[in-house]
T-cell receptor
């Protein structure tokens, strides 16, 4: 079945630094990848949609200069949290799909803690 | 904003009992999907039901869809402690954007 690998699973960083999270589709070409954010005991909030080779589309209220998304190939998308602050501490999850497929495959998530 | 709303928010049952979770959504859909999330983990796809389907089964899971009421339900029969997790319904908006309901936290007590 389709597998999406997300790294790192946990990261702790200092305020003001940047953190990069990777999302890779291992056995299929992901035409579209999505990034979500989840606070404790809450649902997943869609942050942005990224299509290979084009700029990401951000949801309303998500700062594109703070959450940089790159989808350089059909198997890799990255989310960089720039100038991280404690309020950016959250669980970030990616998912991937491909044209003609109904299902979405999710990464295992990244727990970001900003201290 | 969230596309779907689920109830109950939390459900606690004994092993062997059935668990029913409900989901309502706002816009027209092509399909509705249910996912499971164990605490602090990614999501696992459980079942997809298309808009022209009314009921679908997969093992101990039964999903219904009522497009006239814009609602769906997920039934887990003969629950097990290992079913303890959060369950989310999800629908696809424009641009293939999958958006989630608020979720139901299910606890199955041994």
């Amino acid at each position: 079945g389709a597998v999406v690998s997300q790294h790192p699973s946990r990261v702790i960083c200092k305020s003001g630094t940047s953190v990069k999270i990777e999302c890779r589709s291992l056995d299929f070409q992901a035409t579209t990848m999505f990034w979500y954010r989840q606070f404790p005991k809450q649902s997943l909030m869609l942050m942005a949609t990224s299509n290979e080779g084009s700029k990401a589309t951000y949801e309303q209220g998500v700062e594109k200069d703070k959450f940089l998304i790159n989808h350089a190939s059909l198997t890799l998308s990255t989310l960089t949290v720039t100038s991280a602050h404690p309020e950016d501490s959250s669980f970030y999850i990616c998912s991937a799909t491909r044209t003609g497929q109904d299902g979405y495959t999710f990464g295992s998530g990244t727990r970001l803690t900003v201290v | 904003s969230q596309q779907g709303q689920e109830d109950p928010q939390a459900l606690s049952i004994q092993e062997g009992e059935n668990a029913t979770m409900n989901c309502s959504y706002k816009t027209s859909i092509n399909n509705l999907q249910w996912y499971r999330q164990n605490s602090g983990r990614g999501l696992v796809h459980l079942i997809l039901i298309r808009s022209n389907e009314r009921e679908k089964h997969s093992g101990r899971l039964r999903v219904t869809l009522d497009t006239s009421k814009k609602s769906s339900s997920l039934l887990i029969t003969a629950s097990r402690a290992a079913d303890t997790a959060s369950y989310f319904c999800a629908t696809v908006l424009s641009g293939s954007r999958l958006t989630f309901g608020e979720g139901t936290q299910l606890t199955v007590n041994p």
